[in-house]
């Protein structure tokens, strides 16, 4: 238990921040399974879709201050490896 009417207010603003926190990664998580599921399906045009999706709501993670700025940088560097990969294999097949 909090001894000062400070600490008490600190206590409630980080639980409050740590539900929010947990609440945006959750998001970002299921974003990015989402486009890796669709990815591997192998539908390019809804994958680009899921992609752009999954790489605002990590750039949106990244300006709450959710997530630093270089680790949403990678995790978009990332997904788009995987589609540009995944482009490649599919016209080397054509």
């Known amino acids: 238990m909090p001894l000062h009417k400070s600490?008490?207010?600190?206590l409630r603003q980080s639980e409050k921040r740590r539900l929010r926190n947990k609440a945006i990664k959750t998001r970002v998580k299921t974003a990015t399974k989402k486009f890796l599921r669709v990815l591997e399906e192998g539908d390019l045009a809804r994958a680009e879709e899921a992609f752009r999706e999954a790489q605002s709501i990590i750039q949106r993670a990244a300006s709450k201050g959710t997530l630093h700025w270089r680790t949403a940088a990678r995790k978009i560097s990332r997904l788009a490896a995987k589609l540009n990969a995944r482009r490649a294999a599919l016209s080397g097949q054509a």
């Not at 600490?7 to 600190?10: D, E, I, L, T």
């Open 7 to 10: 600490a008490a207010k600190a």
